[in-house]
């Protein structure tokens, strides 16, 4: 890549980092997307000054051509749109070459939610709870118990409350793995979480998941934390923040264990968060708070996501339905 077209990736790359506050995933996905594109352009003998949106146009025809997504041709577009913009701010160009290009058109995939009979499973609900161990309100540890044993009593009640936070708060799995011991404000029963672009927001949290949370706190994060100086809330088996990879294959094998033979997956509580919210009454405008969207727009998917559950009652329970 010329020397030019490597500085002006590195100056865009660090405006999305200091200015944009996007997140490391985000800038890692634009700069593949951007890479991408101006190996393009040398092989036509071009460069991200000198292109045109004719270049852009057959970029984009190539990836379609090449099995791209609709969805993927609009992710490199924004990508483009965004760069470009960039470039005429900082004056190294005169025009805008994706100014004539449109958005793919998409189709609109509505998110999987888990039933709330499948979240009655998953919170140990009708019976299992003390099956799995300790409730809330009481110590993990008993006297006689081991250290292992007591560990392991320590990561249930930690799943314990992850489960519950993810659902009760809809988070991000980024938002959880972030979040500190001081995040949970007891007091106020509220959650404070950095969402993306570090945007901070404060959501409430029930009477249960607070009971879980406590109990965690009190007995079993410190025996997780051992000798490691950290603030982190969610700690794996050897003190350290779990990462995401961590959670989403500890929900896979709690799911397994209590009888739920959905695809779980961490995002899928918080698509079933906003969903239930709607089925029981609750206004967009706060789905939308909750949820930390920028745009309403991206919080209606739920409603649409609600009459079609509402439709599927209707039509397999009213006679003439059909």
Same mark, same amino acid.
């Given at each position: 890549m010329e020397v030019q077209t490597e500085a002006w990736l590195k100056k865009y790359l660090s405006y999305l980092n200091v200015e944009r506050g996007l997140s490391p995933n985000t800038r890692n996905s634009y700069e593949r997307d951007l890479r991408k594109f101006t190996a393009f352009l040398q092989q036509r003998g071009k460069n991200i000054i000198a292109c045109e949106g004719n270049d852009l146009f057959l970029f984009l025809l190539q990836e379609k =051509?090449?099995?791209?997504?609709?969805?993927t041709l609009a992710r490199y577009l924004a990508t483009l749109r965004g760069f470009f913009a960039f470039l005429l701010g900082e004056e190294m160009r005169e025009d805008d070459p994706t100014e004539y290009l449109s958005?793919?058109? #998409?189709?609109?995939? #509505?998110p999987h939610v888990l039933s709330e009979g499948s979240i009655s499973k998953l919170m140990g609900e009708g019976g299992d709870r003390d099956k799995e161990g300790p409730k809330p309100g009481k110590s993990s540890k008993k006297a006689g118990d081991s250290d292992s044993e007591g560990k392991d009593k320590g990561l249930l009640m930690r799943n314990m409350a992850m489960?519950?936070?993810?659902?009760?708060?809809?988070?991000?799995?980024?938002?959880l793995v972030g979040l500190k011991v001081s995040d949970i404000i007891f007091e106020t029963r509220t959650l404070r979480c950095r969402g993306k672009g570090s945007k901070e927001r404060i959501v409430p949290i029930g009477e249960y998941a607070l009971e879980v949370?406590? =109990?965690?706190l009190e007995h079993d994060r410190e025996r997780l934390r051992g000798k490691h100086k950290t603030e982190v809330l969610f700690l794996n088996s050897r003190g350290t923040a779990l990462t995401r990879q961590g959670i989403w294959d500890i929900l896979k094998k709690w799911a397994q264990t209590h009888g739920v033979q959905e695809n779980i997956y961490p995002h899928k509580f918080r698509h079933s968060f906003a969903t239930h919210l709607l089925d029981h009454g609750a206004d967009l405008r706060s789905v939308q708070e909750m949820l930390g969207h920028a745009d309403i727009a991206t919080t209606q998917i739920y409603t649409h996501l609600s009459r079609q559950r509402l439709l599927e009652v209707f039509r397999k329970a009213h006679p003439r339905a059909d």
């Open positions: =051509n090449q099995g791209r997504s609709a969805r958005t793919p058109k #998409l189709e609109q995939h #509505l489960i519950e936070v993810l659902y009760g708060c809809g988070l991000r799995v980024s938002e949370l406590q =109990n965690y």
